[in-house]
């Protein structure tokens, strides 16, 4: 089977088509020179170098109806609407029918209920949470003062990786019915009813208030 699991982080399970557009992954899989930017920068390290680049604002390298499964894992809202319609629809091409695709995003539902329930509460630095979980708060983000040559670097990576965009469950699964995706199903985490190797991309615990959808590509 051809699985990808796009935008993978750090989670790079064997099996599956392990892919990430960002420097940081990609560079840290030169021998010797990974490891060296990875000190200067002060970067996320990873466990293994089981991936391959992909840049999702691109047509995919894979030929239609060739690939068995799609998941990604809190990278759609990270994607401009238009690289948002050409990940679906390149998604679409190239399942085969009856291939599966996964997708977990931000829930803006979830996270805007958890706020006002807090608010209403009166506990304190709601506006911090509801900051964080949209991602859209850029100060502080680099780690306090860093020279400037550092930032520039940064900037040009695009970083920090803030989100483009939020969905909730009725937004997302409109979208992917738009893309001609059927048996629209929602989830939970680590629960699947096409994917038996879930666990294996979902991490080992959930972290974020989120949207799981499943749908196939039936023709």
Not at 129 to 154: D, S, T
Not at 192 to 201: G, H
């Amino acid at each position: 089977m051809l699985k990808l699991n796009l935008g993978c982080g750090s989670i790079r399970p064997g099996g599956w088509i392990n892919t990430d557009g960002s420097w940081n992954a990609n560079i840290q899989r030169i021998p010797v020179i990974g490891k060296v930017i990875s000190r200067i920068f002060h970067t996320v390290s990873y466990d293994n170098d089981n991936l391959t680049y992909m840049n999702l604002n691109k047509r995919w390298n894979y030929s239609d109806n060739s690939v068995d499964i799609v998941y990604a894992s809190h990278l759609f809202e990270h994607l401009s609407l238009g690289s948002a319609d050409l990940f679906l629809s390149e998604a679409y091409r190239s399942l085969k029918p009856g291939g599966v695709i996964r997708l977990v995003v931000p829930d803006l539902y979830k996270i805007c209920k958890k706020y006002i329930s807090e608010y209403e509460k009166g506990t304190s630095h709601t506006t911090d949470f509801i900051m964080w979980a949209i991602n859209m708060h850029r100060e502080g983000q680099y780690g306090g003062k860093i020279p400037l040559w550092k930032k520039i670097v940064l900037e040009i990576q695009g970083y920090p990786h803030q989100h483009k965009y939020m969905y909730d469950e009725k937004s997302l699964a409109e979208k992917m019915q738009q893309s001609g995706f059927q048996n629209i199903q929602s989830f939970v985490y680590g629960e699947s009813e096409y994917i038996r190797e879930i666990k294996d991309v979902e991490g080992d615990k959930e972290s974020y208030l989120s949207v799981y959808l499943e749908a196939k590509k039936l023709i």
